[in-house]
């Protein structure tokens, strides 16, 4: 058993070198493993409890090097699988002032992008107490397709199941298409984090219109500002943690592999979704794994420890 499967895209961030530049005007890239949902799953074993990861990916060196960086943080991989129809995804990231940037994919098809149900290893999903996906992944078919059974799948087997309805719009056909197959997540989801940015899209900002049956809480992120958790009960703002960010890329994603610990290690869940003003502990806790995160470049090696998290909490409280 793993405390948290994550499914979805697996593929190398190159981050250019210089601030403010972009994509094509950076001399160089520094190249890191990247993907949400395979942040989200390194982010929850440095905290402390066991991830797999579900996906994808093809067969070329990078992706040996993305199977065997999973493998060497600990996340189990035996659901990833390798496919020589097509290459491995890559993004290359340019950085703006405040660390914010911009993505330029090359994925069109990229080995992710195949996975079909089939694919899925359900056995490994069967064995979770938790299961994250995110809507990059609901692009295109057969992904889409592959990615909500396993979302249905986890949902139908009463496991906690994580949404990221993670906003790329230059990688769908158009902006109704981005909102009708981003909202498809929401059947399945129990927690939500979302950007404000994404709510707006999606909703105009209106959080309920996302709650579905199985929604028992959903987290609106609002980058350095901190983040705020909507249940039935009301609604509570945590303020972020001040760093000096140098690169956001997997900083929502590691605010979601600790929002999820805290959940999971949670002595009385039910008591603290039922009052959301007991949710606080666990807001500090992702607002500080999400800041830590942009303190260096790239995703995957900027994710910290949980003696790090608890560090920084200390010194900032």
Known sequence: ????????ELLIDFVAMETGVTVGEASGFVKAAGGAPANVAVAVKRLGLSSAFIGQVGRDPFGDYLTETLR????????????????????????GEGGERTFSFYRNPSA?????????????????RAFHFGSVSM???PSRAATLAAAKHAADAGKWVSYDPNLRLALWPSEDAAREGMMAGFDYATSVKISEDELD?????????LW??????????????GATAYTLDGFLLVEGQGVTAVDTTGAGDAFTGGLLT???????????????????????FANTVGALA????????????????????????
């Open 212 to 225: 579905r049956e199985r929604t028992r809480l959903i987290v609106v992120t609002h980058g350095s500002r």
């Open 1 to 8: 058993m793993v405390d948290v499967v994550c499914m979805g």
């Open 201 to 209: 899209f999606l909703t105009g900002g209106d959080v309920y219109q």
């Open 139 to 141: 692009i295109a078919e």
């Open 294 to 317: 942009t303190t260096q470049k790239g995703a995957i090696p900027a994710l910290p420890t949980r003696e790090q998290v608890e560090e920084m909490a200390r010194t900032a409280g």
């Open 262 to 284: 805290q959940l999971l290690t949670a002595a009385d869940l039910d008591g603290m979704l039922a009052d959301v003003s007991k949710l606080g502990n666990v807001l500090h």
């Open 72 to 95: 060497g943080l600990g996340v189990d991989v035996s659901g990833l699988k390798s496919t020589d129809k097509a290459n491995t995804a890559l993004a290359f990231v340019a950085l």
């Open 112 to 128: 992710d992008m195949l996975m079909t149900p089939d694919d899925v290893d359900y056995t490994l999903i069967d064995g979770c």
